[in-house]
């Protein structure tokens, strides 16, 4: 401990068979006072699991680099999930305050160090006189025990499933493949496209940019002369239909900025201005509405409840959220703290939409893991790096399932594209690493690419959107299980064996459950890979080959056509 001039209390709180868990604590600690409590991360013989989502998703966490980093939701890094929670290899699990100024740094401060910094700094509140520095540290017989018990007394379990075609059948989003170059003609193209090429659907997406202008939740007649009937033909042609939305209003969009200003709606800094920027706006040009405001909550709710009624839209895939898009030093309602959190806009942000029901999807959270609802992936690139690529992939699904969020939809298919659309290998790898994971969600297609070598792209990629379909019941089994026992979905293969050393860390496997293990090519131009399966006796997806783990399968020939997996046989 560094700077422990205040008064540190110790108190256990259990201490029995299961666990062991005790508070650190300092009340009323001075707001100049900066407080460092560092753990040693014991590198090479201890792997650590849990932490910030980041757009360079490291697995185990362990091998992140931090300076000094606001433990907040914001936008940099991808840093739409950021829970205050770390388990180790060892059982050992940290759970901190939501009320701490947390800065957090790692691997820089302190070379092989995980440190916790308590700063009344900004993006914190810095009029407050006083904060507490409070955490809880779990001790449990492995991490799977460990993180079972961290659910249980802090993380929480979802309340429900969410919607099973989701899981079962692709969403089909405008996106990536047009940006927001799209219209009705632009959409009924694309969706006779899927049609006409025998692929099933969850749901079609109508992303960005459908507005007269932002905030106005009112669609532009230029682009959509008549939305309703754009509805109603996509649902006659066997699509539901959702919706993307923002929680903004840019300043030049009247007169529907002008009455969220007048009725105090958005987000104000301490000068009482409402100024600040997103993607689609610029510098100080938009303003964030405030979803701790009870009052701006009911009438953004109140707007998309009128939007469905009279376009028939089914539901909505939320954007944004992070508590970095708030101006600088906001004013935030809360009705039990005198200075709030910056992430309390994130957690009352989640809670409003979720109201829609379990189509709905986001892409933040703080505290929502109770919520039936999808969190999406943050924009993945179509690259093949550790930069945001297909890596991460897999490395983001294990990060959100760490943290008690389950339900996890991966991002576009391919990736969004920004540098261009993705070749057909990294296209037909990324959906093999998708396959047995909750959701699928195209928007590049499998009709663009050109058939060769053997590859008919479209009957491949018709062939594992089957596959994952044939799963749809263990995928929602295990949704069943997340709410009933706080499992993950996805978990890490040690899952099955915690005290296996490999399998703790292994970076590019996955399990569905307890039942299937996915091992995908996640390099390019490869066309095998090394394998590892953990405990148990497992059959050979493609093959019928029976194999006893723990054990390595060294070169397993994995040509484009072929994604290796393995089913546990009880």
């Known amino acids: 401990l560094h700077n422990s001039e205040e008064k540190i209390v110790f108190s256990v709180i259990e201490d029995s068979p299961e666990l062991l868990r005790f508070s650190v604590s300092r009340k009323n600690v001075k707001a100049d006072k900066k407080l460092v409590d560092c753990v040693d991360l014991d590198a090479g013989l201890v792997h650590w699991f849990g932490g910030p989502q980041q757009k360079e998703q490291y697995w185990p966490v362990e091998k992140l680099n931090l300076s000094e980093y606001s433990y907040v939701t914001k936008e940099a890094d991808n840093a739409g999930v950021a829970e205050r929670y770390w388990v180790n290899s060892e059982g050992v ?76 059948r692709p969403i089909w989003s405008t996106w990536a493949r047009y940006k927001r170059d799209i219209d009705a003609n632009t959409v009924m193209k694309f969706a006779k496209e899927i049609i006409d090429n025998q692929f099933t659907n969850s749901q079609f997406e109508i992303d960005d940019d459908w507005e007269i202008c932002y905030g106005a939740l009112t669609f532009r007649q230029s682009k959509f002369p008549n939305i309703a009937r754009t509805v109603t033909e996509l649902k006659n042609m066997g699509f539901r239909v959702t919706l993307w939305i923002h929680p903004f209003i840019n300043t030049a969009c009247s007169p529907y900025y002008e009455h969220a200003v007048a009725n105090r709606y958005l987000v104000l800094d301490h000068n009482g201005r409402p100024n600040t920027q997103w993607w689609n706006s610029n510098t100080g ?18 707007h998309l409840a009128e939007l469905q009624r009279i376009t028939g839209i089914d539901s909505f895939k939320f954007d944004a959220g992070e508590s970095s898009w708030q101006p600088d030093d906001p004013v935030l309602t809360s009705a039990l703290e005198q200075y709030p959190s910056p992430q309390k806009i994130t957690t009352d942000y989640i809670d409003a939409v ?33 930069e945001n690529g297909l890596p991460t992939l897999i490395t983001t699904l294990l990060q959100l399932n760490m943290n008690g969020y389950p339900f996890v ?34 928007s590049y297609v499998p009709w663009d690419y050109v058939d060769g070598d053997g590859i008919q792209v ?47 860390s292994i970076s590019d496997e996955f ?36 194999h006893h783990g723990p054990t390595w399968l060294r070169n397993y020939p994995a040509p484009l056509s072929v994604l290796p997996y393995f089913i546990r046989q009880q």
């Open 511 to 546: 399990l569905l459950g307890e039942e299937i293990l996915s091992a995908p090519v996640i390099e390019k131009g490869k066309t095998s890979r090394d394998i590892y399966l953990p405990r148990g006796r497992w059959q050979d997806g493609n093959t019928g080959t029976i």
């Open 93 to 168: 699990f940290i759970y901190l305050s939501h009320q701490v100024p947390l800065f957090i740094d790692q691997n820089t401060m302190k070379a092989g160090h995980l440190c916790f910094i308590a700063h009344q700094a900004k993006p914190y509140n810095t009029r407050a006189q006083t904060y507490d520095f409070e955490y809880v540290i779990g001790v449990a017989a492995n991490a799977k025990e460990a993180h079972l018990q961290a659910v249980d007394k802090y993380l929480g379990k979802p309340t429900g499933v969410p919607d099973e075609r989701m899981a079962a």
């Open 409 to 442: 939809l991966p991002d576009m298919i391919g990736g969004n594209g920004y540098e261009g659309m993705p070749d057909r290998e990294l296209f037909v790898r990324w959906l093999q690493a998708n396959v047995f994971m909750p959701s699928l969600q195209f």
């Open 285 to 302: 040009e938009a303003a964030y509405i405030d979803f701790t405001n009870p009052a701006a909550r009911t009438w953004y709710l109140a």
């Open 354 to 386: 979720a109201t829609f029901g379990p189509i709905v999807e986001v892409r933040s959270g703080f505290q929502n893991q109770m919520l039936n609802i999808y969190m999406r992936m943050i924009d993945k690139d179509s690259v093949w790096t550790w």
């Open 458 to 504: 479209v009957d491949l990629c018709r062939r594992f959107v089957k596959l994952h379909e044939d799963y749809t019941n263990v995928i929602m089994e295990r949704f069943e299980r997340a709410v009933t026992h706080g499992d993950p979905v996805n978990p890490p293969i040690w899952w099955l064996d915690p005290e296996d050393q490999i399998a703790l």
